[in-house]
């Protein structure tokens, strides 16, 4: 494993342990030319998962452009990186269960909304903001409502 802080070639793994899911296993190597410690994932490589967009293009799935939009809605929050992680490969086990070789971006973005409406209700907001593209404080305003309903019903039954 090349290492990403001098390229040198060779390193040693110091630490290796599945993730909660156990279909990733997580290292920590040590780069054998400047001693610096990266961590590396390790994963079975998965049948190819395509993303329909709104405007009928078709990409990959990647889990990284999720994880990126969850960082930002996460930013100053109580909310680590591993369960961050966490939450992304929940959907994207999710996606793959569902055996279809497609799915659609709407499909992906509710998933996403449905742990993080769990998770952490100001960075749901935060995520629903730019996911939905509120078009106006109106429909802002109905997101917010629609999450106190949910939070009243939740604590009640």
Known sequence: MRCPFC?????????SRPTAEGSVIRR?????????RFT??????E??????????RRESFDRKKILAG???ACEKRPISLETLEGLVDDVERELRRSMKGEV?????GDLVMARLRELDEVAYV?????????????????ELRELMQYRKCEREG
């Not at 590396?40 to 490589?45: L, M, S």
């Not at 935060?126 to 802002?140: E, H, I, L, P």
């Open 7 to 15: 390229g040198h070639a060779e390193s040693r793994v110091v630490d």
């Open 70 to 72: 969850l960082l930002k």
């Open 28 to 36: 920590r190597r040590e780069c054998n030319g400047c001693q610096q």
């Open 40 to 45: 590396t994932y390790e994963r079975v490589e």
């Open 126 to 142: 935060r995520f629903a903001s730019v996911y939905r593209q509120f078009a106006d404080v109106t429909s802002f305003m109905d």
């Open 47 to 56: 049948q190819p998962l395509v993303v329909i967009k709104k405007d009928g």
């Open 104 to 108: 659609r971006s709407r499909e992906v």
